[in-house]
């Protein structure tokens, strides 16, 4: 029954977002003009988002090559904006969701803690992770994914974007807490974090890239399904995402742990346990694409 719950809440948002997206595809020559850059002195540890929640950890990046992500990513949705009427479409259309398995995934998603995103990209790598069996797995995954975060958190102080549930009437998947409350929305740090870890784990086992990334497009999906982050934030965390995860390449530290990691992950794949087939066909269900692209009309 609960399925059924989440497939009909899944076609119902499909349908009732596909005109909202086909605003933004026609919106692009309208977007307004980009906010200034970010201070080139701003880098790790310097800007906290509100939202965070556990110590600052260390990243592999220092601030003189930390990627700007306002030069990457499309200025924030405005009022007014048709990208900012479509999320907020999006926004009141998966509200649908609340009580369906996959609103459960969405609260289980918002889990920053590194045993707990190991055990998340299980099913897809093909093996049980632990910060046991992958202790140099989970330190990359801490660093880089605070790179990442840090990245997003100094775009979120430039644009100072509100996040849906604010503007929107609605129910989230977890408390409204005061950090919550006081962060931004854009780019979401989330979708930062998950994207440059599901690129790394796809470096790390080539063969199972398309698993990888699709568990990490749906952990950032997850911040929406959640009502905590517009569409166009989770998007643009990964756009953020892809630049991180270029400048890590030239760190020398950051080299050495991917080399440590790709060892540990051979040795889980090969000697096990593997991760639970039942759970990990439910899971491949549930994270699914949550949008579909709107018809465009005519053949190329």
Known sequence: MTGDRTRKARAWVLSGVASGLAI?????????A??????????????????????????????????DATATIPPAPTEGDPRNTADWAIFKATRAMQGSERWDLAVNDDSYKTPDLLKDFSCAVGAELTVENSPSLATLMQRASQDAANAAAAAKEVYKRRRPFLDNEG?????????????????????????????????????????????????????VV?????????QAGRTNAAGVFAALHESDAFQADMTRAKSELAAARAVGPAPDAARCAREAELTRPLFSAPATGGAN
Not at 24 to 32: K, R
Not at 226 to 234: I, R
């Open 171 to 223: 129910e989230i998947c977890i408390a409204r807490s005061e950090g919550l409350m006081k962060s931004y929305d854009y780019p979401s740090g989330h979708s930062s974090a998950s994207w440059v870890e599901g690129l790394i784990l796809a470096e790390l086992v080539p063969d199972r890239s398309a698993q990888v990334l699709a568990r990490a497009r749906a952990y950032g999906e997850s911040r």
């Open 24 to 32: 933004v595809l026609a919106a692009c020559a309208a977007a307004p």
């Open 34 to 67: 980009p906010v200034g850059p970010v201070d080139a002195t701003m880098g790790v540890g310097v800007v906290h988002d509100p939202a965070a929640t556990g110590p600052m950890r260390n990243g592999y990046l220092t601030s003189a090559v930390m990627p």
């Open 226 to 234: 959640c009502g905590v982050h517009n569409y166009s934030a989770v």
